[in-house]
Nanobody, 127 residues
Framework: QLQLVESGGGLVQPGGSLRLSCAAS????????IGWFRQAPGKEREGVSC????????NYADSVKGRFTISRDYAKNTVYLQMNSLKPEDTAVYYC????????????????????WGQGTQVTVSS
């Protein structure tokens, strides 16, 4: 069974950090671009960050630039989202997704480009 599983979410105070993980089972992430999306209550899903198959290209939403970093570990078949200087407005369910088409900046917002999605992990930023 092909699955993506997110982990690493939780409750953190403003200014704190979390590292989210996106692990694959049943397939290798080597051949996929990976994206992170989030959805807060009452809001539409938004793209947060994405990374190409090679890891050489990354894109970030303006709201997280300079605070979030996406990376991938091929040996562990995992993609990470390091989130620093967290703000209350970062509170959301975070999803990772894998897409097999040619990478471009469209991956940041183009949810339809992705083939597989995880179930999400909750991130809550609150004092």
């Amino acid at each position: 069974q092909l699955q993506l599983v997110e982990s690493g979410g939780g409750l953190v105070q403003p200014g704190g950090s979390l590292r989210l993980s996106c692990a694959a089972s049943g397939f290798t992430l080597d051949y996929y671009a990976i994206g992170w999306f989030r959805q807060a209550p009452g809001k539409e899903r938004e793209g947060v960050s994405c990374i190409s198959r090679s890891g050489g290209s990354t894109n970030y939403a303006d709201s997280v630039k300079g605070r979030f970093t996406i990376s991938r570990d091929y040996a562990k078949n995992t993609v990470y989202l390091q989130m620093n200087s967290l703000k209350p407005e970062d509170t959301a369910v975070y999803y990772c997704a894998a897409g097999s088409t040619y990478y471009s900046g469209s991956y940041l917002t183009g949810a339809s480009l992705y083939d597989y999605w995880g179930q999400g992990t909750q991130v809550t930023v609150s004092s």
